[in-house]
């Protein structure tokens, strides 16, 4: 019975560590793709939001990771009216549109828990570098002027799973469950419209959770 036991532990572990993947010296490269579209009401302007965060890791040792996260974020609002300058012709009229797109930097770490085979849990901890830029576009999409540019820095902690569905691909699962975000915000055409905000979101106030897949090598 007992050698039994000892090639069944035995086959259970080199199954383990053929999937697990996350041994010091080792490293993996993925991202994650969304987009969605928000309205309040029939009347409201509607968000449509497409997001795009590729991401690169490195293991110190095992189950223990460094990394680095690039979110990039192209926002456009929809059904907003408001008043711009025609500087061709010299005169206001009404215009439509918001265009935002953000770049950051966004350095991690990350610690895995076994959980069960081919599962793990791990928490990880951002911070952030981030720049906005806001555009006034028209009806066809066009740029009439940059409005205002924000620049802010940020942290965050995300719980989620880890599924290993190969020896080097990996499916995870993950939501932020506290994230603060201090932003300097500096509008183009009033030396004076100048603010700094600090906001702090918890998991209820933050639900977005995040799929991704990883390549592990």
């Known amino acids: 019975m007992k050698p ?18 996350t041994e010091k010296g080792r490293g993996f490269v993925g991202g994650s793709l969304s987009f969605g579209t ?21 293991f110190l040792s095992n189950n ?9 974020n192209l926002s456009k609002l929809r059904g907003e009216n408001y008043i711009a300058w025609n500087e061709e012709y010299g005169y206001y009229e009404e215009q439509r549109g918001v265009k ?31 720049v906005n830029t806001f555009n006034r576009i028209d ?14 820095w940020g ?12 020896k080097h691909a990996a499916l995870e699962f ?7 975000f201090h932003q300097n915000y500096y509008a183009e055409e009033s030396l004076y419209n100048y603010n700094k905000t600090n906001n702090l979101k918890l998991a209820l106030q933050n639900f977005t ?6 390549y592990h090598f």
């Not at 009806?139 to 802010?152: M, N, P, Q, S, V």
């Not at 942290?155 to 190969?166: E, K």
């Open 155 to 166: 942290a965050s902690i995300s719980p989620g799973f880890s599924y290993f569905i190969s």
């Open 100 to 130: 935002e797109f953000s770049l950051g930097f966004s350095p991690f770490v990350r610690k895995y828990i076994d959980v069960k085979d081919r599962f793990k849990f791990f928490m990880q901890a951002n911070l952030l570098l981030q």
């Open 4 to 21: 039994k036991l000892i090639i069944m532990a035995l086959l259970c572990a080199v199954s383990w560590r053929s999937y697990a993947q």
């Open 209 to 214: 959770p995040t799929l991704t897949f990883n």
């Open 64 to 72: 223990f990771a460094i990394g680095l996260e690039i979110p990039l």
């Open 139 to 152: 009806d066809e999409g066009y740029l009439i002027r940059t409005d205002a540019k924000i620049k802010g």
């Open 174 to 180: 993950s939501l932020p469950v506290v994230s603060f």
């Open 38 to 58: 928000s309205k309040q009401n029939s009347s409201s302007p509607s968000l449509n939001t497409f997001t795009l965060t590729p991401r690169g890791g490195y």
